[in-house]
């Protein structure tokens, strides 16, 4: 399981840090991702980093604006949010691939989700 933290209120525009870190375990060698649920909606997937740290993927709706990195040193993940608007809002969630190949944003193909950790977008 994974333990997400940095979540927060800021006015639109603002920033936060994300950080994502396996709970009790090395970070595994397979694609994270960041996911984030809003109320009433479906969870969707926004960004995910491969097993190499080389290659990143990002929804429309984050792309230009959210930033992804894995410190496998550090056994952390980031999720580095700029610009924020207020249907960013949302309760964020990372996991861990469940194959070594999967590289998507789709979170059927993830395991290991945390309690998330909650951002509010609010002026």
């Known amino acids: 399981q994974f333990v997400e933290s940095g979540g927060g209120s800021v006015q639109p525009g603002g920033s936060l840090r994300l950080s994502c870190e396996p709970s009790?375990?090395?970070?595994?060698?397979?694609?994270i991702g960041w996911f984030r649920q809003a109320p009433g909606k479906e969870r969707e997937g926004i960004s995910c980093v491969s097993r190499d740290g080389v290659d990143t993927l990002y929804s429309r709706a984050v792309e230009g604006r959210f930033t992804i990195s894995r410190d496998d040193a550090k056994n952390t993940v980031f999720l580095q949010l700029d610009s924020l608007k207020p249907e960013d809002a949302a309760v964020y969630y990372c996991a861990a691939a469940r194959s070594e190949l999967a590289y998507t944003l789709s979170d059927e193909a993830y395991d290991g989700w945390g309690q998330g950790t909650q951002v509010i977008v609010s002026s």
């Open positions: 009790g375990f090395i970070l595994p060698a397979r694609t």
